[in-house]
């Protein structure tokens, strides 16, 4: 049984900065795209990065560029993703996704999903 755990979330003003963690267990995930998506309240679902298990690539949202960076730890089946300069429009639930994925950005090709971590960012 695939499990994603989040954890990492928080309060943090403005301009501050948190680390996400997404431990993975229950299979293997090689060949598998890992993602983090934000949902704000009475918004959708947003993609927000991904990394691909086994090479390493990244794809990241517009809006996040040069602000968020995603990274694993294949040792020990961990997905972070470093968040700085946070906006009070970071404000969300951040999830954990995981899946054979061919369009990272699409929320509907995730098989596995954690139950996500608050992050909200004061004014």
């Known amino acids: 049984q695939v499990q994603l755990v989040e954890s990492g979330g928080g309060l943090v003003q403005a301009g501050g900065s948190l680390k996400l963690s997404c431990v993975a267990s229950?299979?293997?995930?090689?060949?598998?795209?890992m993602g983090w998506f934000r949902q704000a309240p009475g918004k959708e679902r947003e993609f927000v990065a991904s990394i691909s298990w086994s090479g390493g690539s990244t794809y990241f949202a517009d809006s996040m560029k040069g602000r968020f960076t995603i990274s694993r730890d294949k040792a020990k089946n961990t997905v972070y993703l470093q968040m700085n300069s946070l906006k009070p429009e970071d404000t969300a639930v951040y999830y954990c996704a995981a899946g054979l994925v061919a369009f990272p950005t699409s929320p509907g090709q995730y098989a596995y999903w954690g139950q996500g971590t608050q992050v909200t960012v004061s004014s």
């Open positions: 229950g299979r293997t995930f090689g060949g598998y795209v």
